[in-house]
């Protein structure tokens, strides 16, 4: 996938690993994701907010080999996190899937999801 990172100089570099936009030409097969929370297939919802990261990429990793995808072909990731002190533990997880910077990036401080027992949830577009 040809994925072109755009980060001008005339504005902040971004805070971590991702670029301010991504241009991608087209025309390419393009995936939306819903956004994956950290539940397992059977239905076990982990306390820890590393784990519940975990299962959010292991979701999307499924879904984009369901789509004959990988993390390579994602080109936005838009997450959201019920705390502040989320913000590291998600990046780190987030760094074990996804290498470089041909990505961009949003971080939501969320009040909660449907249920209080979700920590974390992430979406992507993807292209191919």
């Known amino acids: 996938m040809a994925a072109t990172p755009i980060n001008p100089g005339a504005i902040r ?3 971590a690993a991702y ?3 991504v241009v991608v030409d087209t025309p390419k097969r393009m995936l939306f994701a819903s956004g994956q929370l ?5 239905d076990v919802i982990p306390e ?3 784990a519940q990261a975990v299962l959010c990429f292991e979701n999307i990793r499924a ?3 369901e789509a004959g995808m990988d993390f390579s ?3 936005r990731f838009t ?3 019920t705390d502040r002190a989320y913000f590291p533990v998600y990046g780190a997880v987030r760094s074990r899937y996804v290498s470089g910077n041909a990505f961009s990036s949003t971080l939501v401080i969320a009040s909660g999801f449907t ?3 979700f920590k974390v949830e992430v979406e992507v577009t993807a292209v191919a």
């Open 38 to 42: 950290g539940v397992s297939p059977d």
């Open 73 to 75: 072909h994602v080109v």
């Open 19 to 21: 670029s301010h936009a």
């Open 48 to 50: 820890d907010i590393e």
């Open 13 to 15: 570099a971004p805070f």
């Open 63 to 65: 879904i984009l080999a």
């Open 79 to 81: 997450a959201f996190v």
């Open 115 to 117: 249920r209080p027992e």
